[in-house]
Structures are given as structure tokens and as C-alpha cells.
T-cell receptor
């Protein structure tokens, strides 16, 4: 089944403890993105990648890192999480900008 | 830079009534336009997309949208609302190898 898989689905962590949210797609898509969703703010892009080893900042990249060492994986790294990073995170992938993104099921992160 | 404005953060309609969700975009080049739906506690699902072919686009679940270049609009409609249409709807734009930019979303409530 064609899909974007994120893990974990839920995560509660403490301030400053490094974490990684994994994202993998099995559709051979070039484009991958990370978004965060907050009430009243919609989806805001954190980072995106249009090819292996190519990543760019989105609208809200502060406090996040990504890597794209291979086409299928695009992990999101929070080196020192803070409470304002408590949010619902989505990974998405696409063949191109005209195809629309396929979204993962989301990761609900709480930083205390 | 691209942007999307969704008019109305919350729309309420009666079951069987017309659904109209408004979306206006800003783009310096011909855009690709998308509508996504998010049901409670789920990820985003592509409803329909405009990629420079027919201006009236039909999507899943009886929804359609019309691209109007002169009005820079891409409003989503459905002739008759069903209870199962209650969800949050997002309009999004991309163009020319730029990442997908979302509006802030419109929550649709359907009243029996």
C-alpha cells in the first residue's frame, strides 16, 4: 500500500531531551515536507526537500533539523525541545508540485 | 511569494444545504491549487486539485471547485451537505517548484 509512515504517533517528552520523529514513504517521491499544525494557525511548513541531500527551510524552521540521506526517509530532529514545540506534526511526500502531497497520520508531540 | 486566504474559520450549514468554502490565492506564476480535508484525529486527504487543465474540477465525495483566474479564487462547493462532511478543510497553493502553502483552514459543521 502506498503510504507515508510516521513514528511515533504520540510522544511526551521533557524540555531539552533530544528526539527524532521518523518519516518514510514507499512511493519513490522526490518531494518531502514537514508541517506542524496548531489551532487557528493551520499548517505551517518546517522544512522541505525536493531531492536527496537537498533541504530548505520553510516558514518555521527554528529549533528543528532534518536530513535527506536517501529518497524514502526524511526524519525530523528536535535537538533541544521546548514547550512551544508542542504540536501536531505531519510528514508528507509528493511526486512533484503539481501532484499534491500524500500525508502521514501525524505525530502528536507534547513537551513538558 | 505565494499565499492562501480562506474566508471564514468556521462555516455551519444544514444537512442537505449547499456547501461553499471560500479560498483566494496569491501567486506570481500560474498556480497549482488543492483542497484537502481533515477528519477528526486523522491526517489530511486530497479532495481535488487544479493543475491548469479544466477550470471546474471534480473531486471525491461530491465536492468540486472552480478556478477563476480573474478573481484569484478557488472556492469549494458541494450541492447537498451530508453529516459525514463535517471536517476541517484546507486550501493550498504551489507553483514552479515551490513548496505547498496552506491556508488556515475552515471548519465545516453540518446541522441535522
Amino acid at each position: 500500500e502506498a503510504q507515508v509512515t510516521q513514528n511515533p504517533r504520540y510522544l511526551i517528552t521533557v524540555t531539552g531531551k533530544k528526539l527524532t520523529v521518523t518519516c518514510s514513504q514507499n512511493m519513490n517521491h522526490e518531494y518531502m515536507s514537514w508541517y506542524r499544525q496548531d489551532p487557528g494557525l493551520g499548517l505551517r511548513q518546517i522544512y522541505y526537500s525536493m531531492n536527496v541531500e537537498v533541504t530548505d527551510k520553510g516558514d518555521v524552521p527554528e529549533g528543528y533539523k532534518v536530513s535527506r540521506k536517501e529518497k524514502r526517509n526524511f526524519p525530523l530532529i528536535l535537538e533541544s525541545p521546548s514547550p512551544n514545540q508542542t504540536s501536531l506534526y505531519f510528514c508528507a511526500s509528493s511526486l512533484s508540485d503539481r501532484h499534491g502531497y500524500t500525508f502521514g497520520s501525524g505525530t502528536r508531540l507534547t513537551v513538558v | 511569494a505565494q499565499s492562501v486566504t480562506q474566508l471564514g474559520s468556521h462555516v455551519s450549514v444544514s444537512e442537505g444545504a449547499l456547501v461553499l468554502l471560500r479560498c483566494n490565492y496569491s501567486s506570481s506564476v500560474p498556480p497549482y491549487l488543492f483542497w484537502y480535508v481533515q477528519y477528526p484525529n486523522q491526517g489530511l486527504q486530497l479532495l481535488l486539485k487544479y493543475t491548469s487543465a479544466a477550470t471546474l474540477v471534480k473531486g471525491i465525495n461530491g465536492f468540486e471547485a472552480e478556478f477563476k483566474k480573474s478573481e484569484t479564487s478557488f472556492h469549494l462547493t458541494k450541492p447537498s451537505a451530508h453529516m459525514s462532511d463535517a471536517a476541517e478543510y484546507f486550501c493550498a497553493v504551489s507553483s514552479g517548484n515551490t513548496p505547498l502553502v496552506f491556508g488556515k483552514g475552515t471548519r465545516l459543521s453540518v446541522i441535522a
